[in-house]
């Protein structure tokens, strides 16, 4: 096989995390043969990736809160496509972040290049945008889904889909070791690990937070038998450890996939924002709440136009409601301290969760190989293809 180059493009950091998986199972079935170009975070970055620009500029999440960066990301898209032309990689493979990616790859598609574009992690289309499903095709070559139930969304209108799996099942916090970290950060035996996890974009943690916070100090101030710990990552970190020492909760923050797993494995219970982490908690078989807050214009416009009865994936995958979702005026610190009283109480919700966690994972799961090899396979048949006798690429007319 010659050296293949591959164009990758992650928004933010849960593509990144994906990315990072997918790059490790890249090189092995490639045996070392393959080259990266593109747009990643911290994860991609240890794999090898130099990233063309700094993704926190990506990380934005709102309707509302968009707007303000519409220049700046319409210049980091043009840089993008400028990139692509000039490595003019084997196959491009844009990782989740929709809204960006798809319109690098609507300019791709007007420029002819003849390069391969495959997207990785399907828009929620089942929830909001259903539309969306039917252009798709015209701007991508082939999609990898993480959800078994999401293909059938797609190829009706002419759209190649592949389940994939979860790669969330191949994390390293299945593995990680909660004793380790206890070790590591010198916290008690008789202590109970309380994580908080207020997101990964700026504007999901300056909103959910505060709120985190208070309920520490709610908690702490019925008893003292909790130590809370914040994982985070490096897009926002700065304001994560301003945050804490502002509202003086005394608080354990930590950085890096591997700190972040040994934390949610050594919690006892865990307040989240609603998004692949909780998935993670569901794995590690944590209990947790998931929260979530808007600005009044974003929430008021997803109360219109989405489609769904949750926004939780283990919700959404059982198809009934085993993690609360405290989502907007919900979202306040008495609602998330009294299910965190009644979790750790072990009774009816703990055993709701612990049953459904199981099924969850057994949901995700496909077989022999992890999903991110899985992916990596679809990937290089893609890349690797071969002209067909016209002269026009093979991805056109490709099955899976």
Not at 108 to 114: A, F, G, R, V
Request: aromatic share 6%; proline share 5%.
């Amino acid at each position: 096989m010659k050296d293949l180059k591959i164009y990758l493009i992650a928004g933010e950091p849960s593509g990144d995390a994906l990315g990072s998986r997918l790059m490790k199972a890249l090189v092995r079935k490639a045996e070392g043969n393959v080259e990266f170009f593109g747009v990643g975070g911290e994860n991609m970055e240890k794999e090898g990736l130099k990233s063309l620009f700094d993704i926190t500029d990506l990380a934005i999440m709102g309707l509302a809160e968009v707007i303000p960066s519409i220049p700046k990301v319409l210049k980091l898209m043009k840089r993008t496509v400028e990139d692509i032309k000039k490595v003019n990689p084997d196959i491009v493979v844009s990782i989740d972040s929709w809204s960006f990616c798809s319109r690098v790859h609507k300019k791709l598609k007007k420029l002819n290049l003849d390069i391969p574009q495959v997207h990785y992690v399907a828009p929620q289309v089942w929830a909001w945008k259903k539309k969306r499903a039917k252009t798709m095709h015209k701007y991508i070559d082939h999609l990898l889904t993480l959800l078994p139930q999401e293909p059938k969304y797609f190829t009706p209108h002419g759209l190649d889909t592949t389940f994939v799996g979860h790669p969330v099942i191949e994390s390293s916090v299945v593995t990680a070791d909660g004793q380790d970290f206890r070790r590591k950060y010198n916290i008690p035996a008789d202590k109970l690990i309380v994580s908080l996890l207020p997101g990964s974009r700026h504007n999901e943690v300056s909103r959910l937070f505060p709120v985190f916070l208070t309920t520490a100090k709610m908690m702490m101030e019925a008893e003292d038998r909790y130590v809370f710990v914040v994982p985070t990552v490096k897009t926002v970190s700065n304001r994560v450890k301003k945050m804490a020492e502002t509202a003086k909760v005394p608080v354990v923050i930590v950085e890096g996939s591997e700190n972040r797993h040994q934390a949610i494995k050594a919690s006892s219970v865990a307040m989240a924002a609603s998004g692949t982490v909780a998935l993670e908690l569901a794995i590690a078989n944590v209990p947790h709440i998931i929260a979530y807050k808007v600005s009044p214009l974003s929430a008021m416009l997803a109360r219109k136009f989405l489609k769904i009865q949750f926004v939780n994936l283990s919700n959404i995958i059982l198809g009934r409601e085993i993690v609360p979702e405290l989502l907007q005026e919900r979202a306040v610190p008495g609602n998330i301290k009294q299910y965190m009283t009644e979790l750790l109480s072990k009774k009816d919700l703990y055993e709701k969760q612990m049953e459904g966690f199981d099924k969850v994972r057994e949901k995700l799961g496909l077989g022999e190989q992890t999903p991110s090899e899985n992916a990596a396979d679809v990937i290089i048949k893609i890349a690797t293809r071969e002209k067909c006798e016209d002269g026009v690429n093979c991805i056109f007319s490709y099955k899976d």
